[in-house]
């Protein structure tokens, strides 16, 4: 993949601040049509975005949006054009991961329930989370790794309803990768979490937290959750 031909993501999580919601019907509304907007315009600059509602989910985050761009600049002008538009000047970014797409190097061929990114019809949640490995996982010969990765990849295959994508966040962000599920299943999502715990890999986690959690929904459904309508 050259230089020119990048594929950068981004999981942006918003909390709404509470006095928006005091304001009266008619500026709530005025302040959806805005944001919305803003939201379309953001699709014409290249960056794909599929919005989630966390609202009551996850402390401080209402709508979590996950992010697709051709370049870091490309997801910063349209993050800036949704946070001054309407109810977007209401709005704090609680968490931001970013990361880029790459070939993997203990998977030779990708199957669709890896590398799950923007094709395909969406799944009800999608649960991110930042991840970062220790040093001696680095140290590790690559045949010793391929190994513990041939055992995790093993067990995700068991729940194939359960799709994965997975950036790189190197020299990016704070942690090392990114890495999202879609799912319809909840209850499959902590089966497999469970497993993956007591598999060889999970020597080498030194963090993956915080989890943030999001209903897939459309932006008009998830502005009227928050008193747009």
């Known amino acids: 993949m050259s230089a020119g031909?990048?594929?950068?993501?981004?999981?942006l999580a918003f909390g709404l601040d509470p006095a928006w919601r005091r304001l009266s019907d008619d500026?709530?509304?005025?302040?959806?049509?805005?944001?919305?907007?803003?939201?379309?315009?953001?699709?014409?600059e290249s960056v794909r975005s599929v919005a989630y509602s966390s609202v009551g989910l996850e402390p401080g985050v209402?709508?979590?949006?996950?992010?697709?761009?051709?370049?870091?600049?490309?997801?910063?002008?349209?993050?800036?054009?949704?946070?001054?538009?309407?109810?977007?000047?209401?709005?704090?970014?609680?968490?931001?991961?970013?990361?880029?797409?790459?070939?993997?190097?203990?998977?030779?061929?990708?199957?669709?329930?890896e590398q799950s990114l923007f094709s395909g019809e969406r799944s009800r949640y999608l649960v991110v989370y930042p991840f970062t490995k220790s040093t001696d996982w680095y140290l590790l010969s690559k045949e010793a790794r391929q190994g513990v990765m041939n055992e995790h990849m093993r067990v995700g295959h068991e729940y194939p309803t359960i799709r994965q994508a997975l950036a790189y966040s190197f020299g990016l962000?704070?942690?090392?990768?990114?890495?999202?599920?879609?799912?319809?299943?909840?209850v499959a999502f902590g089966d497999l979490v469970r497993a993956l715990r007591s598999t060889e890999s999970r020597r080498s986690t030194v963090s993956d937290t915080p989890i943030l959690l999001g209903i897939h929904r459309p932006i008009d459904e998830i502005l009227s959750m928050l008193g747009a309508s």
Do not use: N
């Not at 031909?5 to 999981?11: E, G, L, P, V």
């Not at 962000?173 to 299943?185: I, L, P, R």
């Open 62 to 113: 209402d709508l979590l949006l996950w992010r697709m761009a051709p370049s870091v600049d490309a997801l910063e002008a349209t993050a800036a054009g949704l946070l001054r538009a309407g109810l977007g000047r209401w709005l704090t970014v609680r968490h931001s991961l970013i990361g880029r797409i790459g070939p993997s190097q203990y998977v030779r061929k990708p199957t669709d329930q």
């Open 5 to 11: 031909d990048q594929t950068y993501i981004q999981a």
């Open 27 to 44: 500026e709530r509304h005025e302040d959806g049509c805005r944001f919305a907007e803003a939201y379309v315009a953001g699709e014409l």
């Open 173 to 186: 962000d704070s942690q090392e990768f990114v890495v999202a599920y879609e799912t319809d299943d909840l």
